[in-house]
């Protein structure tokens, strides 16, 4: 029978506690939300909001065609003007998503003969950029800079070399020791690419990004990919770099040449969040502020918090199975949390993951902090 794997692949699933369901939210759930990435609060802000309205009413409702064509519209390249000014770049290429903009980046910057060193951390988009690029994969140890050291000095051909990784990882929100790979980058002749989609609008001088944070923000060997679904409260992705660097990636990434471009309403939401980040620089500090606290009180009621480095705060769970009813139970109790297992985490350790957000207040965190320690496991 056609397709007849797949049933005994979503009975597997079944049997190890791994089925994975939609759950479609209403418009006003009563929830309070500690599983999405609104990082800053930014997705309902009214400046947000009207942005993409009226975007959508100069533009209309898609950008018809791939960037190259007929997708590009004055409101991109102004998206892609302020992103790079505000995140301390030369340039900016905005695709219809940071999964996009990722497999843009690794596959552009890795030709044949070339090597790819990636942490064994990352992300999927970043893991998928790396396979189907056409240079040489080698995955090290995670935030070990010494190893990516050694795996770039042995890189036989002496060609093309890139280190890929994420700023902060999204599974326990830890951040990348960036300076440090910069360094053994450079030592190798090496660029360095990174995933900010967790630091844009969070780390660095208000919200500008781990580069900028590192002093790495303009450099002629790094370049960094970011998400706008996640700080900026909209949808989209973009890559950050040298201008000869984007004008490569226009060139030739086919995730760019090939996809639609970002919706109008998109990248008018994204460039209005940025304004009111521009104007309110401290939401990214009490972003931190809240992820901090919210370590502190789980820590404090004996729970397995990890401390965070941005606004992504994850808790170890016993088993797989006991995440998922952890996170079920505090549904049931009115709150929100993301569940992390395998095989989405690289440790195979369960966890329930908690985001941080700049406009939760204090009666909030301890309401979060009593739900989830009344129904650990």
Known sequence: MAFGWIDEQAELRRRAGLVRTLRPRPADSPLLDLAGNDYLGLTRHPEVTEGAAAAARTWGGGATGSRLVTGSTELHARLERELAEFCGFEAALVLSSGYAANLAAVTALAPHGSLIVSDAGNHASLIDGCRLARGERQVVGHNDPEAVRKALGAHAGGGAAICVSDTVFSVDGDAAPLAALAAACREHGAGLVVDDAHGLGVLGPGGRGAPNAAGLAGADDVVA?????????????????????????????????????????????????????????????????????????????????????????????????????????????????????????????????????????????????????????
Do not use: M, Y
């Open 225 to 377: 990919t970011v998400t706008l679904s996640k700080s900026l409260g909209s949808q989209g992705g973009a890559v950050l770099g040298p201008a000869r660097v984007i004008g490569h990636l226009l060139n030739t990434a086919r995730t760019f040449v090939f996809d639609t471009g970002l919706a109008p309403a998109a990248a008018g939401a994204a460039l209005a969040a940025l304004g009111v980040l521009r104007r309110e620089p401290e939401r990214a500090a009490r972003a931190r502020a809240v992820a901090a606290g919210l370590h502190a009180r789980l820590t404090a009621a004996g729970l397995a918090a990890v401390r965070p480095d941005a606004a992504v705060v994850s808790v170890r769970a016993p088993s797989p199975e006991a995440a998922v009813r952890w996170a079920a139970d505090c549904r049931a109790a009115g709150l929100a949390v993301g569940c992390f297992r395998p095989p989405s985490v690289p440790d195979g350790v369960s966890r329930i993951r908690l985001t941080a957000r700049a406009d939760l207040s204090e009666a909030q965190i301890e309401r979060a902090v009593r739900v989830i320690d009344e129904t650990r496991p």
